[in-house]
């Protein structure tokens, strides 16, 4: 027992970065909750009914790419800091890059979802969502349905 405790200072974690990683965690669960929620008991409308909803800037999608952009703005900002002020501390820097890259990915995965939106409301077309090798295997004889939400706008 005490040749673990005797590395324990190797893990310190402040409590800000608790916090941030507890924040990040907890919005990403909800917000992968709420995707299944809205999937699920949706009743066939399209996501776009509920996650851009009818205000054109305070709706759950944006607000969650502004969110989202915060933790992203404040890992590139507490990661490059150090750097330039000379006081370059690795445990800190892995966590703050660690950080920027999964906002990173988050970003990505909500440019998808917005795609998506866009595809269900008709702005862009098959072609322009899905890749050519899903094409292949969502189209097989040539037979191309449009997507219609059964309730959507």
Do not use: R
Request: hydrophobic share 45%; charged share 15%.
């Amino acid at each position: 027992m005490k040749g673990a405790l005797k590395h324990s200072h190797k893990f310190n974690v402040s409590f800000s970065k608790l916090t941030i990683g507890f924040t990040c965690l907890a919005f990403a669960y909800l917000f992968k909750v709420l995707i299944v929620f809205i999937v699920v008991q949706g009743d066939g409308q399209c996501l776009h009914n509920f996650w851009l909803g009818n205000d054109e800037y305070f709706n759950p999608f944006f607000l969650t790419v502004f969110s989202v952009s915060l933790f992203l703005f404040l890992g590139i900002i507490k990661l490059l800091l150090p750097v330039f002020k000379g006081n370059f501390q690795k445990g800190n820097s892995f966590f703050y890059l660690f950080l920027c890259i999964v906002m990173g990915v988050w970003m990505h995965s909500l440019y998808g979802l917005w795609q998506t939106f866009e595809y269900e409301k008709g702005n862009i077309t098959v072609e322009d969502y899905y890749t050519e090798e899903l094409l292949q295997y969502l189209f097989i004889g040539n037979e191309q349905s449009p997507h219609e939400c059964i309730s959507g706008i």
